[in-house]
């Protein structure tokens, strides 16, 4: 077992005891199982309890509470209110303490009697409450504490880094707050001792430490920004101070000051992801920023809702201690959602924005009751369709901004895959440009890099903000050494890479390298046809016709066999090439031709000039073989030359080609074009250029070939 | 005393051509034997003194070998005749690399394309009995892609055509290298790349400033190092299958 396992089981352990521990000092706390209300006139109404002897005291107004020795503690509306972190006035927060904390001690006598407005009075039992007794809300909230203090424990184990540790912080403090608001939920009247007490300073202090901490991470992550020292140091030393001075209690408005440091510090930390996100388009910092604009805008709503119902009791108070305490929850699920962006399945991108929308319904509820005054009917209906009615318009829009709406089709993703496969088959050397293109297409990253690096699949890496996609050629090459493509920033920056998106590049590898594979058996298949073919033709009309040459009645016979046997053995190999390179044609041209004309004792002026080594195609290279033989046949045999000058040029993509000779042919107008001219022009047109014959001075024949637009496979 | 010459070819009007061509070549007397098949051609060699031709009394001086025959391929006789000490050209249709490439690895001296006119064979003939080979472009480029990464790597034949797509680049020089009587000197390279881009020998001794029977030198020399490491890696072979 590593040394990281057994930190997070003994931070588990550590973990279930606390709570353990926690549960059984709420337990064992005293309670009045009834439930009350504060009136708008700061009375206190019981409003139902399982206790018969309280039943029929239901909407009665209790004044006071009297212990059997007679102690009498009167009761007014801040017994009930909820958390001291959350009370605006100071004098009404202080007030609440010491009433809330004489409650407790009150109840731990285990009987008291109430005193209802009017005089009546019943005495009821306050035993310790039990487990049963934690109500509903305490389990939920309390496992959700539990299960953000482990994931802080799991993400700092798992790497050990300031931006892991200061997650860790926010991790703690959010499980902390949570603790004292699953505190604050038991059921009936009557808080553990000393709750209520100690609250302000640590919650304080929690939602301090945790706002200075986004600051301080988002200046870290995704990308340092400058200056993230400076900025960071006054995020924790305003929190602090503001701590201390709540502390020694010399700080006026305790509320007001530290909604407004919060809600600052906020800010700062949203103007921090916002510069990061101009230094690097990292989607992660898109979206820390878009969770934190959300977050930081529902904490401003919901502070302006608890401000405005501060001091007002009844239903206004009422939704303005739910407030809160939605809004933490929400923050809590934003933050456990964090670590996990890059693995979020859809379930988890569901339950974000539906807490989300869910907090904005009880911003907006608690705004229309605090600022409209409406019901608490009227403003609940009213902010639940509202919410629903937002939920149903952006869900898509949000979603969109969370994935990315998929640009390409199925059919057009099929297309290109089809046309770069093509291309792939052509230049294979090209195959990581052109997957790299289809990525580019499919994810819109800001970058592709290439590394030698070797992956057995596609997979995310930085939490989402980069993806490595392993280069497959369809032919393995051992020699080559293995690539990856890695994408960084979906969306040019503005969305990160899933698992999802993962699996999808792993198809289109695979896809491309099936269709590569296909293409190049195809293609195979076709060669191996045609070079059985042109082995035939060689082997079996060869044969005959080099016979038929040997036997051959008179040199013209022979000659003529010889052109076609020359022609056949062209053709054939033709078929047996794919291309031919200019420069390797135009050496074989010039080693063939001097070979023939040194044997007729004909000199050869040979100039060959070209700007770009081209691949010729099969009909290209043997056009220009047969015009040249069939030119320099001419000069040899009718014309009896004594030098022929040949000179090749391909400028651009124009192509000149001249055959000169000294010999006894003149007048080129009045010959009668016979097969071997005939010949020559045809592959000249075949070619798209043209062809003409003139005199040249002081004897014999030019023979001018010009294609204009003459083009190689590149 | 007349020269023994040996014609295997299996077409009767080839042979009686391919016969005055060595009498018209040749002012000597010369014995012309004719083979029509491999098993005709080898007994008459095993007459005149064995494949290796060392205790033969009179071996032949001359032997013209076709390549496609009715019972088996010219290359096998030789591969078998490495030792002989005769001239041995290869007489065939077959012009391209893929074809003579091996046949000049098996120790051919040279080659006639069977299709030239009577006066080139002639010509040609000649010029490889007193010792200069002809060499094609593309052979010459076959010849420089050997030589650069050693002789390893025929097992994926890269004809002159092949070369065009740019992938003997791409690949990876061996680790090994190769031996010293594998190697070209540079002078050799440099005839072999000038004979690769289609210059001729008197081009070529222009070019380097050389004689032209210098560069005639060179080309010798590299035929008889490819024939050399050829015979070095059959032996490699040979001893790796536990033939030897």
């Known amino acids: 077992m590593g040394w990281r396992l057994r930190l997070l089981v003994l931070a588990a352990l550590l973990g279930c005891l606390g709570m353990f521990s926690l549960v059984r000092w709420v337990a ?58 959350w009370q605006v006035d100071d004098s009404r927060r202080v007030a609440q303490v010491i009433e809330q904390e004489q409650i407790a001690r009150t109840l731990a006598g285990g009987r008291v009697a109430l005193q209802f407005a009017g005089g009546a009075s019943v005495e009821v039992l306050t035993p310790a409450r039990g487990y049963a007794g934690l109500g509903l809300a305490f389990w939920p909230l309390a496992a959700l504490a539990l299960l953000l203090f482990l994931v802080g424990t799991v993400v700092v184990l798992l790497r050990t880094q300031p931006r892991n540790l200061l997650y860790m912080v926010m991790a703690y403090a959010q499980a902390g707050t949570l603790l004292f608001i699953a505190i604050g939920s038991v059921r009936g009247l009557g808080p553990p001792p000393g709750a209520a007490a100690a609250e302000l300073l640590p919650r304080l202090a929690f939602d301090l430490f945790t706002v200075a901490a986004a600051v301080h991470s988002f200046a870290l992550y995704p990308r340092r920004v400058p200056g993230a020292g400076v900025i960071a140091a006054a995020a924790w030393a305003a929190a602090a101070s503001l701590l201390l001075l709540a502390a020694l209690g010399v700080l006026p408005a305790v509320w007001w000051c530290a909604q407004a440091l919060v809600l600052a510090l906020g800010v700062v930390a949203l103007l921090v992801i916002s510069a990061s996100y101009r230094i690097e388009a990292n989607p992660f910092a898109a979206v820390m920023r878009r969770f934190g604009l959300i977050a930081v805008g529902t904490l401003a709503l919901v502070s302006i809702a608890v401000a405005a119902a501060s001091g007002q009791n009844g239903v206004a108070g009422l939704v303005a201690a739910i407030g809160p305490i939605a809004w933490y929850l929400f923050f809590a699920s934003l933050l456990l959602l964090a670590p996990f962006l890059s693995h979020s ?23 229309f009751v605090a600022v409209f005054s409406l019901s608490q009917f009227t403003s609940l209906t009213l902010a639940v369709f509202l919410a629903l009615g937002a939920y149903a318009g952006a869900r898509q829009w949000i979603l969109n901004q969370i994935n990315g709406n998929t640009v390409l089709t199925t059919e057009r993703t099929f297309e290109q895959l089809y046309r770069v496969a093509h291309e792939v088959q052509e230049q294979p050397a090209k195959h990581a440009l052109l997957l790299g293109q289809v990525l580019r297409d499919l994810f819109e990253p800001l970058d592709v890099l290439r590394v030698e690096r070797a992956a057995p699949t596609a997979r995310v890496v930085g939490g989402g903000s980069g993806l490595v996609v392993p280069v497959r050629p369809a032919r393995d090459d051992a020699a080559r050494p293995p690539l990856s493509l890695v994408l960084r920033f979906a969306r040019r920056g503005k969305r990160l890479f899933t698992h999802e998106d993962a699996r999808l590049a792993d198809r289109v590898v695979e896809h491309l390298r099936r269709a590569v594979a296909y293409d190049q058996a195809v293609e195979r298949g076709r060669s ?43 053709l054939t190999r033709g078929l047996s090439a794919a291309e031919h390179r200019l420069s390797h044609a135009a050496a074989e041209w010039k080693a063939d031709l001097t070979q023939r004309l ?37 000069a040899l045999y ?77 | 005393m007349a020269v023994k010459v040996l014609i295997l070819e299996d077409n009767p009007v080839a042979r ?32 005149a003194g064995g494949a290796s031709g060392l205790h033969g009394v009179d071996p032949f001086r001359l032997i013209l070998v076709d390549l496609e025959l009715p019972d088996g391929n010219g290359m096998e006789l030789l591969a078998e005749l490495t030792h002989y000490p005769a001239t041995k050209i290869v007489t065939t249709l077959y012009s391209d690399d893929d074809h003579l490439f091996p046949a000049l690895q098996r120790g051919a001296d040279g080659y006639l ?68 009587h594998e190697r070209l000197t540079p002078r050799e390279s440099e005839v072999l790349t000038y004979l690769s881009k289609g210059f001729t020998i008197k081009e070529i001794a222009s070019l380097m400033g050389i004689k032209w029977f210098t560069v005639n030198d060179h080309i010798k020399s590299i035929y008889k190092k490819l024939n050399v490491s050829s015979r070095a890696e059959a032996a490699v072979l040979a001893s790796k299958q536990g033939l030897v």
């Not at chain 1, 399945?345 to 705004?367: C, H, V, Y």
């Not at chain 1, 009645?553 to 010889?562: A, I, N, V």
């Not at chain 1, 044997?599 to 056009?623: K, T």
């Not at chain 1, 016979?674 to 020559?680: N, Q, R, S, Y």
Request: charged share 25%.
């Open chain 1, 28 to 85: 064992a706390s005293g309670h009045l199982d009834a439930s009350f209300e504060a009136a708008a006139d700061n009375t206190l109404v019981l409003t139902g309890s399982p206790l018969p002897a309280l039943r029929a005291a239901r909407g009665r107004t209790v004044v006071a509470l009297v212990t059997p020795d007679g102690t009498r503690l009167a009761l007014d509306g801040l017994a009930v209110q909820r958390s001291p972190r």
């Open chain 1, 345 to 367: 399945k859809q379930l988890l991108r569901e339950f974000a924005m539906l807490a989300g929308i869910s907090t904005i319904a009880t911003s907006l509820d608690l705004l």
């Open chain 1, 528 to 570: 191996e046809e045609r070079l059985r073919i042109a082995q035939d033709l060689h082997d079996d009309i060869g044969a005959r016709l080099l016979t038929l040459m040997y036997k051959a009645q008179s040199p013209e016979m022979e000659d003529y066999l010889r052109h076609t046997l020359l022609d056949l053995k062209t």
């Open chain 1, 598 to 634: 040194t044997a007729a004792h004909v000199q050869l002026g040979w100039a060959l000039e070209y700007d770009r080594d081209v691949r010729l195609s099969v009909v290209q290279w043997s056009a220009l073989t047969r015009v040249l033989r069939e030119l320099i046949s001419n």
């Open chain 1, 638 to 714: 009718h014309a009896q030359a004594s030098r022929v000058d040949v000179n090749f040029n391909l400028a651009g993509s124009r192509l000149s080609l001249s055959v000169a000779d000294d010999g006894s042919g003149h007048d080129p107008k009045s010959w009668a074009h016979g097969l071997g001219l005939g010949g020559v022009r045809k592959r000249v047109k075949l070619l798209g250029g043209e062809v003409r014959w003139r005199a040249n001075l002081p004897r014999g024949i030019v023979c001018e070939v010009t294609v204009p637009d003459f083009r190689g496979k590149s």
């Open chain 2, 16 to 47: 009686s051509f391919l016969c005055r061509v060595v009498r018209e070549s040749f002012s000597d007397a010369n014995h012309i034997t004719e083979a029509g098949d491999l098993e005709t051609a080898r007994r008459h060699i095993s007459l």
């Open chain 2, 113 to 180: 394309l069977k299709e030239d006119r009577f006066e080139v064979l002639v010509e040609e003939l000649q010029k490889i009995v007193r010792g200069q080979p002809p060499l094609s472009p593309a052979i010459a480029r076959r010849l420089l892609t050997h030589f650069r990464h050693g002789s390893g790597n025929d097992a994926a034949p890269d004809s002159g055509f092949m070369n065009a797509t740019g992938f003997t680049t791409s690949r990876p020089v061996p680790i090994e290298k190769p031996l010293d």
